[in-house]
């Protein structure tokens, strides 16, 4: 079912459950939301809605206005669907998608046994699980501006008659030429978001984000970090989702400014060549090493273009390309090679 | 060290052990192979470098004369190492690599029960190795023209005071359309070499290539296939090394005849982004499902350039893609879903 733009009003009460801004109309049926408004399943899937629809509206602002995101509404046999809008091959936008899914259904053992191997006490077998979550991956195509990945999650597994939450995610950016100023900006206003709900967040998942982006085989990180964090289900379920809305809603002023501040500079089509080779890059951690990718392509009846959306439309590799000492890519890779910090 | 066509003379008793064509200098000190001229480890190394030089030279035929395969010899810290071949940017050759490494050490833990889930009997824990092996990957620049990768390797391994071994390999073809003479040549003429020494080997072997080569969340195969097999050690080491032999010696009538077939032939705009779209999924098979590639990345002080040489210089990802029926990109992809037999 493809479509655009497609929008139904639902919760009228108060702003924040508008729907009729959305990029389509909700995966749960409107009577079950409806009738359950405090959930946190409920309110997990109003709020990614919700950033969903701002975002991609905030990003189609800097695009022509002859490209816009198409809406993509699936469906999952095994419970639960999503909404998946791209936008592709635009003028500022090479590749940009923004993904909610909503999905419900049994826990394979292989998943079961990953989340025991993290910690989680869960019994062994097929568990009946729920998973709410937004993920988003922007491919500008000048190359002095960064790409940026986001994802907020919220996982429920029953066991037995004992219901486990947790909350996971994050938001980070990977330039091809490091530019302090945005770095520090992306950095300074995803620590607001983190110290308005504790002190001790941004330092630890500033780390958390630089170690799970990691190139091993290269010696490198994916980009310059961000914030990164899974299995938070402290101090309770209303303030951790306080904590998470909070981020999301930190990705637009986080990254939109520094779409607007470049996306009509200059480049040189060595400039465009050394952003293929890091897009490059993006691929081989998403295929080798992202735990959401591995655990996608693994699950049955999971759908392989929503998870291959976050690859960069064109990606390049040169065997043995080393930029020249003192270069700005060399910069770049100064910094991919020994994270900093920012602020 | 980086440097162009260096060869040594070496065993000059008779034609298949005259290395003075060899792309460099082998791998094993001169005085170790010549006082083991028997040895398995020396008759494998000597045949890779042989089949190295020839097909380098081959390609070589084919491309523009001021193209010419870059020599990259390199070391391993912990034993052996290998020659990298690299032809990039070519007229005619858009990437070739062909790596040969001849390397020994110890198995790291996870390799060895990696064997023993394949059947081996092996003590738990690092036991000595050595391996030697030929690998190449040809990624032309006309989309007329098929890709090709194979692989011959020798493996022992040293329990107590049990040497186990074994040989395995594999020739395959990645058309971007489908031409059945092709296809039938390449099917064909490797039938040839494996019939030379077992009628079993071609069925089995193809069956093998044609279940190795999946891409399960595409439900593709990645090309046309070919042959493909692991843990060879019967009836004894004399007769396998020739069955492998023949299959090396296979690769250029296999293939050559199709480079200079098609290699001038036009092509549309629209016919290089299909292959570029078809090379996105050959990343995907590389980074995702091969063993090959998996664990030379886990493997400590492995040469990551050169397991990442098969990747293309450039690949693409677009959204929901799928060819029109009736066209010849569909043509391919039903042959990929539901691989046929050739001969």
């Known amino acids: 079912a493809l479509f655009i733009g497609a929008a139904v009003p639902f919760f009228t009460q108060s702003d924040s459950n508008d729907t009729s801004n959305f990029m389509a109309s909700p995966i749960t049926p409107m009577e079950q939301l409806q009738s359950n408004p405090t959930d946190m399943k409920t309110r997990m899937e109003l709020m990614i809605m919700k950033v969903q629809a701002e975002f991609c509206k905030a990003l189609e602002k800097e695009e022509n206005s002859s490209h816009k995101f198409l809406v993509d509404k699936w469906q999952r046999k095994e419970g639960g669907g999503g909404i998946t809008c791209i936008l592709q091959d635009g003028k500022v936008l090479e590749k940009a998608g923004v993904n909610i899914s909503v999905v419900s259904g049994h826990l394979p053992p292989a998943a079961v046994s990953q989340m025991r191997s993290r910690g989680k006490q869960l019994s062994e077998g097929q568990l009946p699980f729920f998973a709410a979550g937004i993920s988003a991956v922007i491919h500008p195509r000048n190359p002095h501006v960064p790409t940026i990945h986001f994802n907020y999650r919220y996982f429920e597994v029953q066991d037995g008659t004992n219901v486990q939450w947790w909350f996971g995610g994050g938001t980070d950016l990977t330039p091809y030429y490091l530019n302090n100023d945005d770095a520090i900006h992306f950095h300074k ?155």
């Open 189 to 343: 206003t995803l620590k607001e978001a983190c110290d308005r709900h504790s002190n001790t967040y941004y330092p630890k998942f500033k780390k958390w984000c630089d170690n799970y982006f990691d190139i091993p085989h290269r010696g490198e990180r994916r980009g310059v970090g961000g914030i990164f964090f899974d299995d938070l289900d402290e101090p309770n379920q209303h303030k951790v989702f306080g904590f998470v809305t909070s981020c999301a809603n930190a990705v637009i002023p986080s990254y939109m400014p520094l779409v607007a501040k470049h996306k009509d500079e200059k480049y040189s089509e060595k400039e465009r060549q050394w952003q293929l080779l890091r897009r490059g890059r993006y691929v081989e951690f998403n295929l080798v090493y992202d735990r959401g990718t591995k655990f996608g392509l693994q699950t049955p009846g999971a759908r392989y273009e929503s998870i291959m959306m976050s690859l960069p439309l064109e990606a390049r590799w040169e065997y043995m390309h080393e930029p020249d000492q003192d270069s700005r890519e060399y910069k770049l890779l100064e910094v991919l090679r020994t994270p900093k910090d920012w602020v």
